[in-house]
């Protein structure tokens, strides 16, 4: 919550271009890199292994984007759900996309698809009670387990 009630540009210019720069991608949390788009971890998920995924194209439209780009989001949607399974054993998944400030997009600026894998029993007392989320694994080792399991699975 926090960076979503920062002023905006306090981060400075679009953090989905500056993900995107090839060569950073354990520094930007980037599991796989496609034609039009890419797949990274969430900086702050609702589970372990909460993805997204962000066309190169700064876009906040996602019907201005072509529909090759369009296309490979969707595929990386599905093949992240093929991967989350078998690498992480997710048994279910949320899948979906706040477009605009007034739906809840936090960087409404650029355009991004989101997938939280679930598990059965995922929820329990800490967030209700503690208001704090226990990860499992931290982001660096689960963007590794990720993006071998992506390359493993690529196109």
Not at 121 to 136: A, S
């Amino acid at each position: 919550m926090g960076y979503i009630r920062t002023e905006k540009n306090e981060f400075g210019p679009c953090i989905f271009c500056d993900k995107a720069e090839s060569g950073k991608e354990e520094e930007n949390l980037v599991v796989y890199r496609g034609e039009y788009s890419y797949i990274l971890l969430n900086v702050y998920p609702y589970n372990n292994g909460h993805l997204m995924v962000a066309p190169f194209e700064h876009e906040e439209d996602f019907g201005e984007l072509s529909h090759e780009i369009q296309i490979e989001m969707m595929n990386f949607i599905s093949q992240s759900m093929s991967v989350l399974k078998s690498s992480l054993n997710a048994d279910g998944f949320n899948f979906g996309a706040n477009f605009g400030e007034v739906a809840g997009a936090g960087i409404k600026e650029h355009v991004h698809l989101h997938i939280v894998p679930r598990w059965i029993g995922d929820t329990n007392f800490m967030p209700v009670m503690g208001h704090t989320k226990v990860m499992i694994d931290g982001l660096k080792e689960t963007r590794k387990q990720l993006s071998d399991a992506f390359g493993k699975n690529g196109k």
